[in-house]
T-cell receptor
Framework: QKEVEQNSGPLSVPEGAIASLNCTYS??????FFWYRQYSGKSPELIMS????GDKEDGRFTAQLNKASQYVSLLIRDSQPSDSATYLC?????????????FGSGTRLQVQP | GAGVSQSPSNKVTEKGKDVELRCDPI?????LYWYRQSLGQGLEFLIY????????KSGLPSDRFSAERTGGSVSTLTIQRTQQEDSAVYLC?????????????FGEGSWLTVV
């Protein structure tokens, strides 16, 4: 089982819709969760971080964390064509003792104008 | 500097040659990471440095790969006897270590092509 799993997509949504991106992780002791956006040919950039169960909102983005279900999601409201990118879920796993992020393989989002 | 700086940005090398990739982290950041990303793939962890602690080398794919960090700042990733499967973008990142709350910032990457 991969440590961090994401559906590779592509996830296609029309402009203005809500895009929902999902991620599951295997280490129940994980404490820190991140969403990165990566445009083609570019390096990842941090969108959201979340550490506690529940929702965290920042502009059009909402991160949701459910530690009991080992599930973290990212909602993008009013999706724009400029949101088309690969979204990477990342976790700091306590089991390995490693402080580096473990990434999922990413979900490719396409927002159709 | 303002961000994580990596060099070279692009490198084409012949199979069997050694390459060195350099990373200059954000000033004051004590944690430094190397990741590798093959075309269309996710990020693969390679190595992690934190202050003066022994580095976490658990992600290095073979003994042809090594990395060092001098003076707690600049890091060099060395790949010996390069193979075609080493072709990828090598991403360096740094963070101001705050336990579980650290935010990691990436450089633009070094694109390596082995021919």
């Amino acid at each position: 089982q991969k440590e961090v799993e994401q559906n590779s997509g592509p996830l296609s949504v029309p402009e203005g819709a809500i895009a929902s991106l999902n991620c599951t992780y295997s280490d129940r002791g994980s404490q820190s969760f991140f969403w990165y956006r990566q445009y083609s040919g570019k390096s990842p950039e941090l969108i959201m971080s979340i550490y506690s169960n529940g929702d965290k909102e920042d502009g059009r983005f909402t991160a949701q964390l459910n530690k009991a279900s080992q599930y973290v999601s990212l909602l993008i409201r009013d999706s724009q064509p400029s949101d088309s990118a690969t979204y990477l879920c990342a976790v700091i796993s306590q089991d390995t003792g490693r402080r580096a992020l473990t990434f999922g393989s990413g979900t490719r989002l396409q927002v159709q104008p | 500097g303002a961000g994580v700086s990596q060099s070279p940005s692009n490198k084409v090398t012949e199979k069997g040659k050694d390459v060195e990739l350099r990373c200059d982290p954000i000033s004051g950041h004590t944690a430094l990471y190397w990741y590798r990303q093959s075309l269309g793939q996710g990020l693969e962890f390679l190595i992690y440095f934190q202050g003066n602690s022994a580095p976490d080398k658990s992600g290095l794919p073979s003994d042809r790969f090594s990395a060092e960090r001098t003076g707690g700042s600049v890091s060099t990733l060395t790949i010996q006897r390069t193979q075609q499967e080493d072709s990828a973008v090598y991403l360096c990142a740094s963070s101001l270590y705050r336990g579980s709350g650290n935010t990691i910032y990436f450089g633009e990457g070094s694109w390596l092509t082995v021919v």
